[in-house]
C-alpha cells in the first residue's frame, strides 16, 4: 500500500521560508507514471494545488506561487520537497502532500494522500 | 486558469435521500473532472475520476456523470459515513483547480 508522510515545522515567522519533506513508502518516486503534488487548504476553506514534480523530475507550478515556490526530489531516500519563501499569513493552511496518477492515458488525478501537516505563520 | 463552482454550497439530507452534487467549468473540460470526498481533519479521498469511472474499492451508490462544462455526483441512497464536503476537481489544462466544496449533512 502506498503511503506519504508529511514532515516539516509547524510554525514559521513571517518572511521566512517554509521546508516541508513527503516521505513515501509502497512506491517509488522516479518509477511508474506518477507526479508527485503538493495541495494546501487554508483553515476552512477549499483545496489549492500547489504544483508537482513527475517521476522524470521536472517540475510545474501553480503561477500564482512559482516565483516562491521550488519542489526537489531525493530519489535515495524516496522522499519530495517543498520550499516556500517569503511566508506570510496568508500561507498559513493544512499541506498535503499527494500522488497523482495517470490512467487511460492521459486522465489524472489524486489517488493517494498524506495526513496533511498544518503550518502556521505567526511570529 | 480554469475556475470551477460547485452548487449547493451545503445540504443536508436523510438516510436513504438521494443527494446529486452539481460542478460547473469555466471553460469545456471534456471529462476530465474527477470527485473527492473530505471528512473533517482528513485528507481527501477520491471517487470518480475521468468524469464517471468509479475508484477502486468506492461504494456503487456513487456515480458521476457530464461532459464539457456540467457535471453531477449522485449519492443514490445517502448513507451516515457520506458526511462531509465533496469537491470536484479539474484536471484538463493549466493548474489544478478545485470547486469550492459542498458540505453535506446529515439529518
Known amino acids: 500500500q502506498v503511503q506519504l508522510q508529511e514532515s516539516g515545522p509547524g510554525l514559521v515567522k513571517p518572511s521566512q521560508t517554509l521546508s516541508l519533506t513527503c516521505t513515501v513508502s509502497g512506491a517509488s518516486i522516479s518509477s511508474g507514471v506518477y507526479y508527485w503534488s503538493w495541495i494546501r487548504q487554508h483553515p476552512g476553506k477549499g483545496l489549492e494545488w500547489i504544483g508537482y514534480i513527475s517521476y522524470s523530475g521536472s517540475t510545474y507550478y501553480n503561477p500564482s506561487l512559482k516565483s516562491r515556490l521550488t519542489i526537489s526530489k531525493d530519489t535515495s531516500n524516496n522522499h519530495f520537497s517543498l520550499k516556500l519563501t517569503s511566508m506570510t499569513a496568508a500561507d498559513t493552511a493544512v499541506y498535503y502532500c499527494?500522488?497523482?496518477?495517470?490512467?487511460?492515458?492521459?486522465?489524472?488525478?489524486?489517488?493517494?494522500w498524506g495526513q496533511g501537516s498544518l503550518v502556521t505563520v505567526s511570529s | 486558469d480554469i475556475q470551477m463552482t460547485q452548487s449547493p454550497s451545503s445540504l443536508s439530507a436523510s438516510v436513504g435521500d438521494r443527494v446529486t452534487i452539481t460542478c460547473r467549468a469555466s471553460?469545456?473540460?471534456?471529462?476530465?473532472l474527477n470527485w473527492y470526498h473530505q471528512k473533517p481533519g482528513r485528507a481527501p479521498k477520491v471517487l470518480v475520476y475521468?468524469?464517471?469511472s468509479l475508484q477502486s474499492g468506492v461504494p456503487s451508490r456513487f456515480s458521476g456523470s457530464g461532459a464539457g462544462t456540467d457535471f453531477t455526483l449522485t449519492i443514490s441512497s445517502v448513507q451516515p459515513d457520506d458526511f462531509g464536503t465533496y469537491y470536484c476537481q479539474q484536471s484538463y489544462s493549466g493548474p489544478k483547480t478545485f470547486g469550492q466544496g459542498t458540505r453535506l449533512e446529515i439529518k
Open positions: 475521468a468524469a464517471s
Open positions: 499527494a500522488r497523482e496518477v495517470a490512467v487511460m492515458v492521459s486522465f489524472y488525478y489524486f489517488d493517494f
Open positions: 471553460q469545456n473540460i471534456k471529462n476530465y
